[in-house]
């Protein structure tokens, strides 16, 4: 059971209902002093408590009889000096190594909180933070894991709703690797969060990454905001910009949306409430076609029917549909003629939603079908990742410190590798 305390030796183990007490220690061995060399005698021992990995719901303690040595030598400014056992614990630790390591894991894979963790350690969320965190900062400082990214997604993400002044800025920008592997299968992993959203945030970053880096990048997906675009004109001039599709398919939802409300509020002069026959069909509107059952198709047509005016919002859905029946298409040039039918309709559309929808994507034209042409950048990885970042964002609302929302959503998107 004690795998991963390869340094010390088991002493004993007592056992109690909901704990368990492992006392270790080295085996004797000759200790030079750090300072001169000169051998030092023994100055006794020090018990020293550290948290180790539960075992279910049993606590385990591990009681370290630690060493402690005195510098002979008159000169000498070393004096008294303890053992150190950096396999076992940091210097000035009180969680074991491997405890660390757990608690990393479960944070990543099983979407556990450091306070929930903490609870299981009988420590501190301070104690258990201050532990974590310079392993994570070593593996975010570690360039290499920038390495082999040749398609980059970048995305706004919104940290806190709070204020400003109190908390910085709102908005992050969040940089991902949208790479495929040998099997053409995409693993999305969040890069990085950078404060603002701005053409500076995102180009100092990819100007920080070094010309290697921004060299084999041969795609750029971003979201249609024009700094991001700015940004990679100047960083990134050789890279393919391509407006990414997940959150095309966002613009066009929010469009139908808007005009559920808008139609709302005309025919019933107030906001939608239960027995409205627009009410309640917002799911179905936000859902792909093909994906909806009888009855929600049977609910949706009641609803639409309902009056003559939610025929627009039956048009903007439509166009909704439009445009991720493009994205959709099986065959890339298919879905590229459904795409440019979309911009050469849209804006021309009476319900000025749909109308200034297609402006947009006008004004986006290149990097709209630049995703037809470059292979295709499929929803989920964005998705997946924008998904895993709103999951710990909830889980780690307490994290009032950029810098360790930066290591944690990091971790959470798997942007460190350990
Ligand atoms: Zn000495």
């Not at 903490?118 to 301070?126: G, I, M």
């Not at 509020?265 to 239960?274: E, S, V």
């Not at 439009?322 to 804006?347: P, T």
Request: aromatic share 6%.
């Amino acid at each position: 059971m004690l795998l991963g305390l390869s340094e010390v030796s088991v002493e004993s183990v007592e056992r109690a209902e909901t704990s368990m007490t492992v006392t270790v220690s080295t085996p004797w061995h000759r200790m030079g002093c750090p300072d001169c060399g000169v051998v030092a005698p023994s100055r006794g021992r020090r018990r020293r408590v550290l948290h180790d990995v539960p075992h279910g719901d049993v606590r385990v303690r591990l009681v370290w009889r630690q060493r402690m040595w005195r510098c002979p030598e008159a000169g000498c400014p070393r004096g008294t000096f303890t053992e150190q056992v950096p396999t076992l614990v940091a210097a000035r630790g009180s969680i074991t190594v491997r405890a660390v390591a757990w608690a990393i894991g479960q944070l990543r894979r099983e979407h556990a909180t450091i306070a929930g963790l903490a609870r299981r350690l009988a420590v501190s969320w301070w104690a258990l933070w201050r532990a974590i965190k310079p392993v994570l900062e070593r593996l975010a400082g570690d360039e290499s894991r920038f390495a082999g990214v040749r398609s980059l997604g970048v995305d706004e993400h919104i940290w806190h709703h709070g204020d400003r002044h109190v908390r910085g800025p709102k908005e992050l920008t969040g940089m991902v690797d949208l790479t495929r592997d040998e099997k053409g299968r995409v693993r999305a992993r969040l890069l990085d969060l950078v404060p603002g959203r701005s053409k500076k945030a995102y180009a100092d970053w990819l100007n920080e990454r070094g010309e290697a880096f921004r060299a084999k990048i041969a795609v750029a997906a971003l979201d249609p905001f024009g700094g991001y675009k700015a940004a990679i004109d100047d960083q990134l001039a050789d890279a393919t910009a391509v407006l990414d599709a997940f959150h095309v398919v966002k613009l066009g939802t929010a469009v139908v949306d808007e005009v559920r409300r808008r139609v709302q509020q005309d025919t019933t002069g107030h906001r939608g409430r239960k027995g409205d026959p627009l009410f309640g069909i917002q799911t179905i509107l936000r859902a792909g076609a093909e994906h909806l059952t009888d009855k929600q198709w049977a609910r949706l047509t009641r609803a639409l029917e309902a009056n003559d005016a939610h025929e627009e919002v039956f048009v903007a859905w439509q166009c909704a549909q439009d445009l991720r029946a493009a994205y959709h298409a099986r065959d890339l040039a298919d879905g590229r003629k459904l795409a440019e039918h979309v911009l050469n309709s849209f804006h021309t559309c009476p319900i000025p939603e749909v109308a200034r929808l297609g402006r947009t994507l006008r004004r986006w034209r290149d990097a709209f079908l630049a995703y037809f042409d470059t292979g295709r950048q499929n929803n989920g990885p964005t998705e997946a990742v924008n998904g895993l970042i709103e999951l710990h964002r909830r889980l780690a609302r307490g994290y009032r410190n950029y810098d360790n929302y930066r290591l944690r959503m990091l971790l959470a998107a798997g942007g460190l590798t350990t």
